[in-house]
């Protein structure tokens, strides 16, 4: 966060630009990303995710009210999913970075050196590295491109395996769930990578399952979404008469700790 801050800084300080603004310049109005903004609490946006951290005594609970306009480079802004999605696709068809620098960017710069000066008492590299602003590899993808984030009341991740031209997008509204949302988007990588198709996750409580989930499965097969898949903690399907049309195709092996809002 201190370094994205900084380089924040420096960005308005080449451009003469503050920084959301250059943003908005150079990135957002190229890949039409029209719902990011700074994450203001004093700016109505009728449709924000409910942010929750878990409770000591088990559940859930709603997050504290948190200021992020102080580091808005680092940590600051808001988007939805499909402009989270916009910018994935960007990095994938080279319209934000060229061939070497993008290269360099996702490239381990954590040589073993490193750790060995930085992390005292490890003598070995971790199983992942770091690029530019991207983590390379996971524990299941050498190859694997994130860059997970955690913040008061949300977990999210940009993962991407170059080879396969596939991006994961995770945005969760509850806290220090990292683990779970990086295993989830190993997964869905996973499937897709095998199906060669768009899948659909549908994350729920068995209450919202049996509100809503027959809508959002409906709603996927519209689409033409050849899988569709449930997450969460209870994975239980509203009983059905019909065929298997009307129920989900499967479940992930890890479970989100969703919250019907």
Wanted: charged share 15%; net charge neutral; aromatic share 6%.
């Amino acid at each position: 966060t201190y370094g994205y801050t900084l380089l924040g800084l420096a960005v308005e300080g080449a451009s003469r630009r503050r920084f959301f603004d250059q943003v908005r310049r150079g990135v957002l109005r190229p890949l039409g990303m029209r719902r990011t903004f700074p994450d203001d609490p004093r700016v109505a946006v009728s449709d924000r995710a409910t942010p929750y951290v878990r409770l000591a005594a088990g559940g859930v609970g709603p997050a504290r009210p948190v200021d992020n306009t102080c580091k808005v480079p680092g940590g600051g802004m808001q988007a939805s999913l499909n402009d989270v999605a916009a910018f994935a696709a960007g990095l994938q068809r080279g319209r934000l970075l060229g061939p070497a620098a993008r290269t360099e960017m996702i490239h381990n710069q954590l040589t073993a050196q490193v750790v060995t000066a930085t992390l005292a008492g490890q003598t070995a590299a971790p199983e992942w590295g770091y690029g530019y602003g991207f983590q390379t590899g996971t524990a299941r993808h050498a190859t694997a491109v994130l860059h997970p984030g955690g913040g008061v009341g949300a977990t999210t991740i940009l993962y991407w395996l170059p080879a396969q031209n596939l991006s994961v997008v995770v945005l969760s509204n509850i806290q220090d769930a990292g683990g779970q949302i990086t295993a989830l988007a190993d997964d869905i990588a996973d499937l897709a990578a095998a199906a060669n198709t768009p899948i659909a996750v549908i994350c729920g409580t068995k209450q919202r399952y049996a509100d809503d989930g027959p809508a959002a499965l409906a709603a996927a097969r519209a689409a033409g979404l050849g899988t569709v898949l449930l997450a969460g903690p209870e994975r239980e399907w509203p009983a059905t008469e019909s065929d298997g049309q009307a129920k989900p195709d499967g479940s992930l092996r890890v479970g989100i700790d969703a919250v019907a809002t």
